[in-house]
T-cell receptor, first 117, second 114 residues
Framework: NAGVTQTPKFRVLKTGQSMTLLCAQDMNHEYMYWYRQDPGMGLRLIHY???????AKGEVPDGYNVSRLKKQNFLLGLESAAPSQTSVYFC????????????????FGDGTRLSIL | AQSVTQLGSHVSVSEGALVLLRCNYS??????LFWYVQYPNQGLQLLLKYTSAATLVKGINGFEAEFKKSETSFHLTKPSAHMSDAAEYFC????????????FGTGTRLTIIP
């Protein structure tokens, strides 16, 4: 049981390049999330999804796009990378409606370290 | 809006000493509160959670936290620090009715002095 798997683990991009980060979960979770972690700022929610085919904006969505074509996968795209997007990106997943499934917390992947030069 | 404040971005304790990491929350409705731990180059692991069943919550690795509504606090404690406790700790909050969006604090890095 792998849990939440993120690929790649590391990447260096040049300003203006594009790339896609992949998140896969094997726990049959309905909800998935993308966060970025920056020093002294904790984790901030970029986008999230409450089910296959749905996405919604989080706290810091600008410059990112997401897609949830399959329940187990959640993709985060950077169309034109900027140095301000240098960060560690975490994907997480959870069962769904918090109050109805025993208060299940989010499960996290190990992160993708992205540097934009 | 919900938020959490972690007092102290860095905390150092001696091995065997009490660990106390502070978290205060702000929420207009009853909160769900969590503590996560992050070891170097890893993702976040759940230490413990408060879901209104009991105010004193016990977690993994000997950690516990007490929910105090009057103080809007959810401080994390461990009676005796171990070298393996060195990590970054995050407090997080969400609402109790279908809001799965966790709001995280800025984190506290715990250093254990031999």
């Amino acid at each position: 049981n792998a849990g939440v798997t993120q690929t790649p683990k590391f990447r260096v991009l040049k300003t203006g390049q594009s790339m896609t980060l992949l998140c896969a979960q094997d726990m049959n979770h309905e909800y998935m999330y993308w966060y970025r972690q920056d020093p002294g700022m904790g984790l901030r929610l970029i986008h999230y999804s409450v089910g296959e085919g749905t996405t919604a904006k989080g706290e810091v969505p600008d410059g990112y796009n997401v897609s949830r074509l399959k329940k187990q996968n959640f993709l985060l795209g950077l169309e034109s990378a900027a140095p301000s997007q240098t960060s560690v990106y975490f994907c997480a997943s959870s069962y769904g409606q918090f109050s109805s499934v025993g208060n299940q917390p989010q499960h996290f992947g190990d992160g993708t370290r992205l540097s934009i030069l | 809006a919900q938020s959490v404040t972690q007092l102290g971005s860095h905390v150092s304790v001696s091995e065997g000493a009490l660990v106390l990491l502070r978290c205060n929350y702000s929420s207009s409705v009853p909160p769900y509160l969590f503590w996560y731990v992050q070891y170097p180059n890893q993702g976040l692991q759940l230490l413990l959670k408060y879901t209104s069943a009991a105010t004193l919550v016990k977690g993994i690795n000997g950690f516990e936290a007490e929910f105090k509504k009057s103080e809007t606090s959810f401080h994390l404690t461990k009676p005796s620090a171990h070298m393996s406790d060195a990590a970054e700790y995050f407090c997080a909050v969400t609402f109790s009715f279908g809001n799965e969006k966790l709001t995280f604090g800025t984190g506290t890095r715990l250093t254990i002095i031999p």
